[in-house]
């Protein structure tokens, strides 16, 4: 499904490339850890992967689309309808609900503020979260803000969930908690999953390993 071919990355002024000649192969509905040290690079390939940096040299292929060669405004049309971003930080916009935080991607893609309400109602019911639709983020503990962006991550369908540090700043209890939500939703929606962590723990629960910056 998800194929990077012949990559090759290297920021202005740095000794080194990041990735030279990097292939990297994700099948449909599958997950990827993607480990190594800080700095070794996890961060730029899921921005990779998410067409939110691009390489000096390779190829991506999408269910065997080239997305290299999409514009710019393409590339943001494709990353709405396809792809799902969690990150470290929750993200979530302090003045709005947790009801209105999820509707925002629907809103984006032209579906109807009614239709993006009923949905993104249905999605806090998968969490049993509904309690907190008129909360802002503020109102929400760490563990309750993480699980609100995974939805909000999940709520149009991606194809492929990019997710960076996504447990680092939670406690053992509530990682192993956001964990099984996301283990469990990939199972249950079928999408594909790359997770940039530290965490052993984590890549033991994913089918494939990636170790950067080797």
Do not use: W
């Not at 984006?108 to 806090?124: D, F, H, T, W």
């Amino acid at each position: 499904m998800v194929r990077l071919e012949g990559i090759t990355k290297q920021y202005p002024k740095a000794p080194l490339p990041v990735y030279h000649h990097f292939n990297l192969h994700l099948p449909e509905n599958q997950s990827m850890a993607l480990m190594g040290s800080s700095g070794s690079g996890k961060t730029t390939l899921l921005y990779i992967l998410g067409l939110l940096d691009s390489p000096c040299h390779g190829h991506y292929y999408f269910e065997g689309k080239e997305l290299f060669a999409l514009t710019s405004a393409e590339k943001a049309r494709f990353r709405n309808a396809h792809l799902g971003f969690v990150f470290q930080a929750h993200l979530l916009i302090p003045h709005l609900s947790v009801l209105q935080n999820l509707m925002l991607p629907l809103l984006y893609r032209g579906i109807s503020p009614l239709e993006a309400k009923q949905r993104a109602r249905m999605q806090l019911k998968l969490l049993e979260l509904a309690f907190l639709e008129d909360r802002l983020p503020s109102q929400l503990s760490g563990g309750q803000q993480q699980r609100v962006a995974i939805l909000r991550a999940l709520i149009g369908e991606p194809k492929l969930l990019l997710a960076d540090e996504p447990t680092s700043a939670l406690d053992d209890a509530t990682k192993q908690e956001i964990l099984t939500i996301l283990f469990s939703l990939q199972q249950k929606l079928k999408f594909s999953m790359v997770i940039a962590t530290h965490d052993a723990t984590i890549a033991k629960r994913c089918d494939k390993l990636l170790m950067v910056g080797l």
